[in-house]
C-alpha cells in the first residue's frame, strides 16, 4: 500500500463494515457494540488513508450518533 491511499482490499473491508454497521442498525434491537465495533475499525481503517479521509468526520458523526441513540 503506497502511503496515503487506501488498497482495494481495505476500501472493500471499510465498505462491508459500514453495510453490517448499516443492517444492524435497522435491526428491532441493534447490538450497541457491534455497530461501536464496526465503525471504529471503519474509521482506523479510513484514518490510515489520505485519499479518505473526507470520511473520516462522516464515520465520527456515526459513532456519536449510535452512543446518542442506543
Avoid at 46 to 58: H, I
Amino acid at each position: 500500500m503506497q502511503t496515503g491511499s487506501l488498497s482495494p482490499t481495505l476500501g472493500t473491508t471499510a465498505q462491508t463494515l459500514v453495510v453490517e454497521a448499516s443492517e444492524q442498525a435497522t435491526l428491532p434491537a441493534p447490538d450497541k457494540q457491534h455497530l461501536l465495533d464496526h465503525l471504529s475499525t471503519v474509521k482506523t481503517l479510513l484514518e490510515s488513508a489520505t485519499a479518505a479521509s473526507t470520511l473520516v468526520p462522516a464515520v465520527i458523526a456515526a459513532i456519536e450518533v449510535v452512543h446518542k441513540l442506543f
